[in-house]
C-alpha cells in the first residue's frame, strides 16, 4: 500500500480528476514495465480494477505507461485501501472524485426534496448547492437545473 500511497501522493505521478473539470479518472504514470508491473498487482490485490494505456514516442517507440482507473467504485476502493497514506490534499481530491460520482446521500436527498416542496424552484436548488459547494452526488461539472429535475 505505501507503493500505491507515494504514487497518489505525487501530483508529478499521479492524476486525480476533478469532476467540476469533466475529468473523472485516476491515472497513474509508470516509466517501465517493472513498475508497471508492480502498480498492477497492488491494485489487483484490493480488488482495483485498471487498465494500461500506453503511450508511444514520436519514433513510435514505447513511453510511459498509465494505469487509469476509471470506475467509481474502484476509485472508491483504492480511497478507502489508502486512508492514512495519503495527504490531506490527495485525500480530499479523491474523496471528492469519489463522493461526486456516488449516489446522493439520502439526507442531502430529503433535504433537496424539502426545498422544492416548500416552492422553492430547480434553479434557486441548484444555485444553493453550487454555492455551498455539495458535491455528493453531483456527477458532472454542478448542479444544473436539468440535472435536478431528473432526480428530484
Given amino acids: 500500500m505505501a507503493l500505491l500511497a507515494a504514487a497518489l501522493n505525487d ?3 499521479t492524476q486525480i ?6 475529468s473523472y479518472s ?16 497492488a491494485l489487483k490485490t484490493l480488488g482495483v480494477a485498471s487498465q494500461t494505456n ?5 519514433g513510435l517507440k514505447p513511453g510511459a505507461a498509465y494505469i487509469a482507473l476509471y470506475t467509481q467504485a474502484d476509485q472508491e ?7 492514512g497514506g495519503l495527504t490531506p490534499e490527495r485525500w480530499d481530491i479523491l474523496d471528492q472524485l469519489v ?6 446521500p439520502d439526507e442531502l436527498f430529503a433535504r433537496m426534496q424539502a426545498t422544492i416542496s ?10 444553493q448547492l453550487n ?6 452526488g453531483m456527477g458532472g461539472k454542478c448542479w444544473t437545473v436539468k440535472k435536478l429535475k431528473r432526480i428530484v
Avoid: C, F
Avoid at 454555492?131 to 455528493?136: C, Q, T
Fill in 77 to 83: 476502493r483504492l480511497l478507502r485501501a489508502l486512508e
Fill in 99 to 104: 463522493r461526486a460520482r456516488g449516489p446522493i
Fill in 11 to 13: 501530483p508529478a505521478q
Fill in 118 to 127: 416548500r416552492g422553492k424552484g430547480y434553479g434557486y436548488l441548484a444555485e
Fill in 131 to 136: 454555492e455551498l459547494g455539495i458535491i455528493d
Fill in 17 to 22: 480528476g476533478n469532476p467540476r473539470r469533466q
Fill in 54 to 58: 500506453h503511450r508511444r514516442t514520436a
Fill in 26 to 41: 485516476v491515472s497513474i504514470r509508470v516509466d517501465d514495465i517493472e513498475q508497471m508491473t508492480i502498480v498492477e498487482e
